[in-house]
Structure formats: structure tokens, C-alpha cells
């Protein structure tokens, strides 16, 4: 931590490259002590673009607000999955931002019709428990089934081209 403060950050990241222990100790050390910011810069200049990638994975998959979850979603994709190394993991961080996408106007649009008392039967029958937003694709194929089986193929709900839509 000294030669942290006493460096600049080029000569700093340079001895990390050159001396794998004290990189090491110090990746532990901003795991412990929650730098996020600077634990994936340090990572990215290391070469760990996967480690990197997936801490900021991490950091956004933790916010709690869906569209600033969305922002830092799309943020990770840009910015640590873009190597080609990390091409599959890039296909699947896309498809949670797709889903996240599709489930945010389906729970508000049935969050204001139960609001208004919409004439919808089936949500007083079986009473929407959880938001969707945020929930697995399984969940999320049951709740449309459940809530809007009778929809046309035009509907937020019903989406025709589910997978090929990107």
C-alpha cells in the first residue's frame, strides 16, 4: 500500500505485472476491503479480463433498481466481454438483459391493471405474489402461461419471436 501512494499508477501497475505474489496480495486485498473500481482496473491491466469481467458482472447483477441494473449490464458487455475468450458468457449476459427487458413492462403494465381493478379474474384467483422483474426464465414462462394465456400474439406478454429478438 505504500508504493501505491507513492507511484504513479503506471510505475504501480507495472511492478503488479512484474511481481505475481504482490498482485496477488493485492487483488486480495481490494476483494476484502470492497474497491471495486480499482480491483477491475487492477485487474484489467493484470490481463485477468475474465476475473475482471465477472466482478463487474457481479457489481451489476447486485443493483437493486432494474433500469440502472439494465445500464450496468449493457456497461459490462462493452467493456469486459468483449474479448473473444469470454464470447459465450458475452451471448448469455445479453440474453439476462433481454429478459430483464421483456419482464420490466409486463410487471408494470400488470401492476397498473391491478391498480385500476382491472377486470382480470385470474389475478384475483391466484394473487400476484413477487415481482417478475428479476425472476429466472423458467418463472418467467409460468407467470405469462399463467396470467396471460388468453392474449393475443401482439402482447408484451406473447412474443412471438421470444429467442430470435436481440
Known amino acids: 500500500m505504500l508504493l501505491f501512494g507513492t507511484l504513479s499508477n503506471t510505475n504501480f501497475r507495472e511492478i503488479l505485472i512484474f ?27 493484470l490481463g485477468k479480463n475474465d476475473e475482471a469481467a465477472m466482478v463487474e458482472f457481479m457489481l451489476a447483477s447486485k443493483k437493486r433498481q432494474s433500469d440502472t441494473k439494465i445500464q450496468a449490464l449493457k456497461k459490462c458487455l462493452i467493456s469486459g466481454f468483449t474479448d473473444p475468450m469470454l464470447s459465450a458468457e458475452n451471448g448469455y449476459v445479453k440474453d439476462y ?33 413477487a415481482s417478475l422483474i428479476g425472476q429466472p426464465l423458467l418463472t418467467t414462462l409460468y407467470y405469462c402461461c399463467l396470467y396471460h394465456y388468453d392474449l393475443p400474439k401482439c402482447s408484451l406478454a406473447v412474443d412471438g419471436d421470444g429467442r430470435n429478438r436481440k
Open 97 to 129: 438483459i433481454n429478459l430483464l427487458e421483456r419482464q420490466i413492462p409486463i410487471d408494470l403494465t400488470d401492476d397498473q391493471n391491478a391498480k385500476v381493478g382491472g377486470n382480470n379474474e385470474i389475478f384475483v384467483q391466484f394473487p400476484k405474489k
Open 19 to 45: 511481481k505475481s505474489t504482490a498482485a496477488s496480495a493485492y487483488i486480495s486485498y481490494l476483494r476484502e476491503s470492497g474497491e471495486h473500481e480499482e480491483l477491475i482496473d487492477t485487474l484489467f491491466s
